[in-house]
Nanobody, 128 residues
Framework: QVQLVESGGELVQAGGSLRLSCVTTGFTFSNYRMAWFRQAPGKEREFVAA?????????YAGGSIQGRFAISRDNAKNTAYLDMNSLKPEDTAVYYC????????????????????WGQGTQVTVSS
């Protein structure tokens, strides 16, 4: 049974940093692409970042995310990470990790439909 469990979300002041973790079980982690999405209240779930099975290829949403957020993975620990720096109040959202089998080593998949399995999310709140 595939499981993804996010953690690390909390209340932080603007300008602060957080590291989110996504611990996975039930599949061969090193064969799967991983991604992070987020959903703010009243908004659609949006793509944040993705990483290929080897970690050699990453892909980020445009705008203010690029340069502040970094996705990574540890295949020995079956865990993906999202490091978030210079946090802004507009980063407030529930953050979800997601996965799908990576057949081509590419991370350029920003659609929700590109992923089969999802975690339950972790709340990140950035105060001004």
């Amino acid at each position: 049974q595939v499981q993804l469990v996010e953690s690390g979300g909390e209340l932080v002041q603007a300008g602060g940093s957080l590291r989110l973790s996504c611990v996975t079980t039930g599949f061969t982690f090193s064969n799967y692409r991983m991604a992070w999405f987020r959903q703010a209240p009243g908004k659609e779930r949006e793509f944040v970042a993705a990483i290929s099975r080897s970690g050699g290829h990453t892909y980020y949403a445009g705008g203010s995310i690029q340069g502040r957020f970094a996705i990574s993975r540890d295949n020995a620990k079956n865990t993906a990470y999202l490091d978030m720096n210079s946090l802004k109040p507009e980063d407030t959202a529930v953050y979800y990790c997601a996965t799908r089998w990576d057949y081509n080593g590419d991370a350029s998949y920003p659609s929700r439909d590109d992923y089969d399995y999802w975690g339950q999310g972790t709340q990140v709140t950035v105060s001004s």
